[in-house]
T-cell receptor, first 112, second 112 residues
Framework: KQEVTQIPAALSVPEGENLVLNCSFTDSAIYNLQWFRQDPGKGLTSLLL?????REQTSGRLNASLDKSSGRSTLYIAASQPGDSATYLCAVRPGRDDKIIFGKGTRLHILP | DADVTQTPRNRITKTGKRIMLECSQT?????MYWYRQDPGLGLRLIYY???????NKGEISDGYSVSRQAQAKFSLSLESAIPNQTALYFC???????????FGPGTRLLVL
């Protein structure tokens, strides 16, 4: 059974720093992996989606990488800003017709 | 206007009451989902529907039922609410490609 783990559960860093959020999954056979952002009391917004054949995706200051063999993905945020404060969730789709499996998220706080 | 809307946004009810949460989408997607989110437990799938005639149980369907009234509408019912159903409930949609899911803003439910 696929499990998705995100460590740490919470992280505080000063504004301007580059940071990395980690995601691990137990079964390397995946269809795709996504990173979502959730603001307090709000729904989830998809940030980046990486297909199983891809190694990374970039959007602005965000870069997500995927290493299926080791069961890991990272979300790199460059030059962090207070507006980046949110919970970031990693989600894995095991197969094309499978449901998404979410990690519990990392709550990020950027200190002004 | 938002692509995925949920009503009500907040609801307080008493144990034993029947309650319905509604979801509407304007994205034209066939697939719709209901999740609940609890602190420390992440997002868990309650029910999902791949088209109007298709309803499937998720990992935590006990105590819940759903109705897919139309392609654009998917309702979640709690027939007899209990306090441990207090949570944040999200509706989501996706298209046939499964590329990503689009989430509604959530309904915060408190069962007393």
């Amino acid at each position: 059974k696929q499990e998705v783990t995100q460590i740490p559960a919470a992280l505080s860093v000063p504004e301007g720093e580059n940071l990395v959020l980690n995601c691990s999954f137990t079964d390397s056979a995946i269809y795709n992996l996504q990173w979502f952002r959730q603001d307090p009391g709000k729904g989830l917004t998809s940030l980046l989606l990486i297909q199983s054949s891809q190694r990374e995706q970039t959007s602005g200051r965000l870069n997500a990488s995927l290493d299926k063999s080791s069961g890991r993905s990272t979300l790199y945020i460059a030059a962090s800003q207070p507006g980046d404060s949110a919970t970031y969730l990693c989600a894995v789709r095991p197969g094309r017709d499978d449901k998404i499996i979410f990690g519990k998220g990392t709550r990020l706080h950027i200190l002004p | 206007d938002a692509d995925v809307t949920q009503t009500p946004r907040n609801r307080i009810t008493k144990t034993g009451k029947r309650i319905m949460l509604e979801c509407s989408q304007t994205k034209g997607h066939d697939r719709m989902y209901w999740y609940r989110q609890d602190p420390g437990l992440g997002l868990r799938l309650i029910y999902y529907s791949f088209d109007v005639k298709d309803i499937n149980k998720g990992e935590i369907s006990d105590g819940y039922s759903v109705s897919r009234q139309a392609q654009a509408k998917f309702s979640l019912s709690l027939e007899s609410a209990i306090p441990n159903q207090t949570a944040l409930y999200f509706c989501a949609t996706s298209d046939f490609s499964f590329e990503t899911q689009y989430f509604g803003p959530g309904t915060r439910l408190l069962v007393l």
